[in-house]
């Protein structure tokens, strides 16, 4: 049962590009999140989806960032027109059932975002 | 201060000596998690406590969770030098819509040979 896969592992985009992060939760796993870590810090929370749903986004900033899930495929995180500050690990988690309380998050590799 | 932060900021101790690191928190919690990440890397899942559990053991980790006083510790006994890495407690959100998960700022611990 492999883990959560996130792809690219590292990112270089100049400022004003659009950048792409996906994350392939782990089989069976329907909960996808999504964590920003700045150098030094612990991760934030961004946003939370499930399959088709955005649940909660509210981590995520109003503009320039979007995510989804789609029914088919893995969740993208897109962040348009890239600024130096968006430089960041991303770490995707992904879970079986958050309802119950008691589940761990499986959180991926992460993806290393560096604008230049 | 922000949920789940940790203290100190950064330990250092000798391999064999143990290792306390301390969360606090603000809100009610489901469960209170602690990851251990290394530079540069992604996030191992170490321990889960409920918020019903006082006290858990996983191998030479032991974590404690006090509601009353909001507040965890996680004990690393016998430490080694691949201990070395940065450790963080995580709290859910407590309203079972999500469990997003609110990181603290981390203890960085360094286990010197």
């Known amino acids: 049962n492999a883990g959560v896969m996130q792809n690219p592992r590292h990112l270089v985009r100049r400022r004003g590009q659009e950048a792409r992060l996906r994350c392939s939760p782990m089989k069976g796993h329907s909960h996808v999140y999504w964590y920003r870590q700045l150098p030094e810090e612990g991760l934030k929370f961004m946003v939370y989806l499930q399959k088709e749903n955005i649940i909660d986004e509210s981590g995520m900033p109003k503009e320039r960032f979007s995510a989804e899930f789609p029914k088919e495929g893995p969740s993208i995180l897109r962040i348009q027109q890239v600024v130096r500050g968006d430089s960041a690990a991303y770490f995707c988690?992904?879970?079986?059932?958050?309802?119950?309380?008691?589940?761990?998050?499986?959180f991926g590799p992460g993806t290393r975002l560096t604008v230049t | 201060s922000q949920q789940g932060e940790e203290d100190p900021q950064a330990l250092s101790i000798q391999e064999g000596e143990n290792a306390t690191m301390n969360c606090s928190y603000k809100?009610?919690?489901?469960?209170l998690q602690w990851y251990r990440q290394n530079s540069g890397r992604g996030l191992v899942h170490l321990i889960l406590?409920?918020?019903?559990?006082r006290e858990k053991h996983s191998g030479r980790l032991r974590v404690t969770l006090d509601t009353s006083k909001k507040s965890s510790s996680l004990l690393i006994t016998a430490s080694r030098a691949a201990d070395t890495a940065s450790y963080f407690c995580a709290t859910d959100a407590g309203n079972n819509a999500g469990n997003m998960l609110t990181f603290g700022g981390g203890t960085r611990l360094m286990v010197k040979p």
């Open positions: 809100t009610s919690i489901n469960n």
């Open positions: 988690a992904s879970s079986p059932f958050p309802g119950l309380a008691f589940h761990e998050q499986y």
């Open positions: 406590i409920r918020s019903n559990e």
